[in-house]
Every structure is written in structure tokens, then in C-alpha cells.
């Protein structure tokens, strides 16, 4: 292998030395403003950009110059869907693999070396393994690394986003960059820059001396002009200015297409751009040009719906007793099992219902929202409970609740309790026999859940009692994935910086009920 003196040099250096892409050299002189997130010393970088603005092509060449700076180095790259994952392995690594002389002698030609679609293993043992997610990290367990590079970040779960970087928990100094083009406010990518530097390209007019942090205001007929003085604005002349807390979580760099001299150099782009103006509907200006989020997204789940279910005046039993599990022909239980998502915004929860064979009817007549923090804490808790309500079955959260689900399992070998897995599959509910355990599609199993609200199948205790458990069902929106690649998706998605546990353990008791009274017939998307 060829042995290149690398040390102590800017990664932005070192692709502009090492890599060539189309046979021309790959060069950062038209793109000021991106030797600063090659350098970026921060544990997490986080790019929230417009299309089109070479971000993907950035994610490429930072992997791969990281792995000629760094000899057994392993990275792990994960995108939505595995076409987009392909295109990127494909389209972007290779082209720079195969077409860059030192890169090509340097890390290709070897006997060692790996070169397939998902894994990529380099002759100084650096690698890369490439993969997919949205709805669950499920795929992504197992691949171990130090840094993590994540693409689409918007049209993730924020609960599998967080799943998924446990694939960094054994890395000295893992780090980890975030990608994507921002929709509505309540995506990961807009939590995420909520805990950023968010950094803006900040250009001074050079006509009155005023900043201008790029917005729709700054296109003019045939360039960027300044928002006060209209005089023409030069962006190579720009720097990056942090507008968040000191010291914040993440280096956050937001790249809107108006500030890249491919855009706003060119005449031909920039007359396109204008068009685009003239076209677009107002969100796709702000997402897709300017890189910025457009509202909240629908929320089809009210208070007036929830407060519709309540039973004024019934109160909680500490016990099965006549007047609120009378004529129950089974009690059931749904638990979501907390530790994910920040101190707060996980808790787990749990959900007691009596089901009605002889109707479609499941009163949620008791329940308890913990603290945050370790599930295994409350089993004694939880196991008291159930023993209260004489509770025979069980359907709990399998996601972050193995080791939970073993131990409530010896606690209570009398109860039995059945793991569910959300995931994207296209069956709404799926038995897995040799994981023992239900596999649910996420967004159509919540439909049919509000579904059943809707039509008064579910009932619960007074509002006043019910209301915590209501406000995690009003932190869900739904919102609407993968627009931009055709494959358009409507989602369940909750606010990341706020709770939602209670309505998945409402979910998994009332879908132990739904199958113990046979009512097994669910819609599908």
C-alpha cells in the first residue's frame, strides 16, 4: 500500500489533494463555505440544507478522506430506503474510489479489500457499511463503529434515530453528521438544529456595510442583492456565524441554495432558481431552496376527540372490582418501556384494559406514567398492578424492552406477555414465530387505533385523571416522507423535544384486547 504523509492535515486539505470525481479534480474553491465542515472539530456536525446543494457529495468525500487519514477506522453510512442508500454507494463513493489515483492505489489494491454495494472495506483495514432505516433501527443492530454519517435525516423517527446510535456506544470518540432538508418543525432534523451552533452564512454588503443572513429577500433579478441597500452581494466574501448557545450539542451549518456560487454565479441557475419562485407553493421555497421548515404538520388528534372517550366520573380502582371491569371476559395490559429520548420525553407507561368479547369494547380503567429512566426500576411496581387487576395478557413495547420483558417475565410466570415491534412492513400485523413475538407496520397500526376512538370502541376513566395520559397523544403529527423521490409515505411522527408513551401503551393494550376477543381484522394502509 502506498504510504501518504496525511498527518495533522485539514480533512478539507486531503480531498482536495486525493480525490477526483468526473476526471476533474475535487475542488472547494466554489464552495467557500464548506472547508469549515469538513474541519469541524465538534462530535456531532449537522448540515440542514436545500437540494442541491452538493451535501451527499460532502457526506463522500468526508468518509472517504477519514478513512485514508484513519487505518482501521469504522464508519457506518445509513439513509431512508436502500435505493437511496445504493445511489449513494454507487453514484458517489465509487466515482471517487475507483477514478482517484491516490485513493484507488491507496485504499483499493489489496487482497483485503471489500468493495460491495453495503460494505466497503479499505486495504488499511479503514471500512464503511452502508444501510437503511425510517420507522426502526431494527436493521441497523449489529454494525459497530466510530462515526456515523446520516443522511435524510427528516423523513427518520426520532425514537429509531436514537436507537440507531447505539451502533456507536463501544467507539472511544464516536462521532456523528447529521443531513437533511428541513419539511416541518417537527422533524429530527429541526430538534437537532433546536441543539446546534446554527450557523448562517453571513455576507456583508459591500455597498452599506450591513450582514445578511440568506433568506428569500436576498434574490434579486440577477443575483443576491442585500436586503437593505439592493446592491449586488458577493458570497465568497461570506463567513460562518454561529446564532446559537455557546458550547451547544451539535455544529449546526445551514446551506440554502441561494449562497452557492453554482447557484448564484450562474446566470442560466439562477434565471432557473427565479422560476422556481414563480412555481413552487411557499413550502417548497422554504424547503427546498432555502433549506427552512414550513409548520408542525397535521394534527388529526384533538383534545375534543380524546375528551370524547372519557367517562365523567369514573375514577381509577387500585383493583378489579364490579363497576369498572364488570363483564370483562379478559384483562389486558399494554406497556411502553422508557429510556430513549432525553431526560423527560421517555417514560414508561402502563395501560390496564377490560375487554368485551361479546362487542368491540375496551375500557382503559387504569394506568400509570412514570418517572424517566431505567424500565427495570418499576417492575416491582408494574407487577403489583397486574396482579391487582387479575391481568392474564400482556403486549409490551419490544424496542427498548428485552431485558425488561425477561425480567417482568420471571416476576410473573403466570401472565402472558407478548412483545410488539414496530416496523415498516406492509402487512398491518404479523406474527413472528420464531422471535415469538407481533411485527406491526408503525403508522397504519396507529390509524386503526384512532380508528377505534374515533368510533367510541375505546373508552377510558374522568378527564381529569386521563388528561396526562392525553397530552402525549396531542405531541403526534402526522407528516408525509420521501416526496422528493417519488415514493411519497404518510407517517406518524411525534414532537422529539416531547413524550408520546402513553399512546403506545394505550396502543398495545388495546391491541392485545382487539386479538383476545378475535377482532384480528385491521385496515391496511
Known amino acids: 500500500m502506498e504510504t501518504i504523509q496525511l498527518r495533522n492535515t485539514k480533512v478539507s486539505d486531503v480531498a482536495e489533494a486525493t480525490l477526483l470525481f468526473q476526471g476533474k479534480p475535487y475542488a472547494l474553491k466554489d464552495y467557500p463555505m464548506f472547508p469549515a465542515i469538513f474541519n469541524s472539530g465538534a462530535d456531532r456536525r449537522l448540515l440542514k440544507a436545500g437540494r442541491q446543494v452538493s451535501k451527499t457529495m460532502t457526506f463522500a468525500a468526508d468518509i472517504i478522506s477519514r478513512a485514508l487519514l484513519t487505518p482501521y477506522y469504522p464508519m457506518i453510512y445509513a439513509n431512508t430506503s436502500a435505493a437511496q442508500t445504493t445511489s449513494f454507494s454507487t453514484s458517489k463513493l465509487d466515482p471517487f474510489l475507483v477514478h482517484s489515483p491516490i485513493i484507488n492505489r491507496s485504499l483499493m489494491l489489496n487482497k483485503n479489500v471489500i468493495d460491495n454495494v453495503f460494505n466497503k472495506r479499505f486495504a488499511n483495514f479503514a471500512e464503511v457499511r452502508l444501510t437503511y432505516f425510517s420507522e426502526t433501527a431494527d436493521r441497523v443492530r449489529g454494525n459497530t463503529g466510530f462515526a456515523f454519517y446520516v443522511d435524510e435525516v427528516q423523513d427518520m423517527l426520532y425514537d429509531a434515530l436514537i436507537d440507531a446510535e447505539e451502533c456507536l456506544s463501544a467507539a472511544p470518540h464516536p462521532k456523528f453528521m447529521y443531513a437533511g432538508t428541513s419539511k416541518s418543525m417537527i422533524t429530527p432534523l429541526e430538534y437537532f438544529w ?10 456583508q454588503c459591500e455597498g452599506c456595510n450591513k450582514y445578511n443572513v440568506p433568506s428569500v429577500e436576498n434574490i434579486g433579478a440577477k443575483g443576491l442583492i442585500c436586503k437593505s441597500c439592493g446592491k449586488a452581494l458577493n458570497t465568497y466574501l461570506g463567513f460562518w456565524h454561529a446564532f446559537g448557545k455557546e458550547g451547544a450539542e451539535y455544529d449546526g451549518f445551514r446551506i440554502p441554495q441561494i449562497i452557492l456560487p453554482l447557484h448564484c454565479c450562474s446566470p ?11 412555481k413552487y407553493p411557499d413550502y417548497k421555497i422554504k424547503n427546498e431552496i432555502m433549506g427552512d421548515p414550513l409548520g408542525e404538520g397535521e394534527s388529526l388528534i384533538t383534545e375534543e376527540l380524546l375528551r370524547s372517550i372519557t367517562r365523567p366520573g369514573m375514577h381509577p380502582p387500585v383493583q378489579k372490582d364490579g363497576p369498572t371491569c364488570g363483564g370483562a371476559s379478559y384483562m389486558a395490559a399494554g406497556i411502553d418501556w422508557g ?11 402502563i395501560s390496564i384494559y377490560a375487554a368485551n368479547q361479546a362487542k368491540p369494547e375496551y375500557r382503559m380503567v387504569a394506568g400509570k406514567i412514570f418517572t424517566s429512566g431505567e424500565p427495570t426500576k418499576h417492575l ?3 407487577a403489583r398492578m397486574l396482579n391487582a387487576f387479575q391481568v392474564t395478557h400482556v403486549y409490551a413495547d ?21 412483545p410488539i415491534m414496530y ?12 422471535a415469538r413475538r407481533f411485527t406491526t407496520n408503525r403508522t397504519n397500526m396507529i390509524d386503526n387505533f384512532i380508528g377505534d376512538i374515533k368510533k367510541m370502541h375505546i373508552r377510558t376513566f374522568d378527564w381529569e385523571e386521563f388528561e396526562p395520559y392525553a397530552m402525549d397523544f396531542l405531541n403526534v403529527r402526522e407528516d408525509t416522507i420521501g416526496e422528493d423521490r417519488g415514493i411519497s409515505k404518510r407517517v406518524w411522527r411525534r414532537i422529539p423535544s416531547a413524550p408520546d408513551d402513553s399512546l403506545h401503551s394505550m396502543l398495545y393494550g388495546w391491541l392485545a384486547c382487539r386479538i383476545l376477543c378475535g377482532y384480528t381484522e385491521f385496515t391496511a394502509a
Open 268 to 278: 442560466e441557475k439562477w434565471v432557473n432558481l427565479l422560476q422556481k419562485l414563480d
Open 339 to 349: 429510556g430513549g429520548g432525553g431526560s423527560g420525553t421517555s417514560r414508561t407507561v
Open 380 to 382: 416491582q411496581e408494574i
Open 423 to 434: 416496523t415498516d412492513q406492509a402487512a398491518p400485523l404479523r406474527w413472528d414465530e420464531k
Open 194 to 203: 433546536g441543539m446546534s451552533t446554527q450557523k448562517e452564512w453571513l455576507i
Open 398 to 418: 419490544h424496542g427498548g424492552g428485552n431485558f425488561a420483558i425477561s425480567q417482568l417475565a420471571e416476576l410473573m410466570p403466570q401472565v402472558s406477555i407478548v
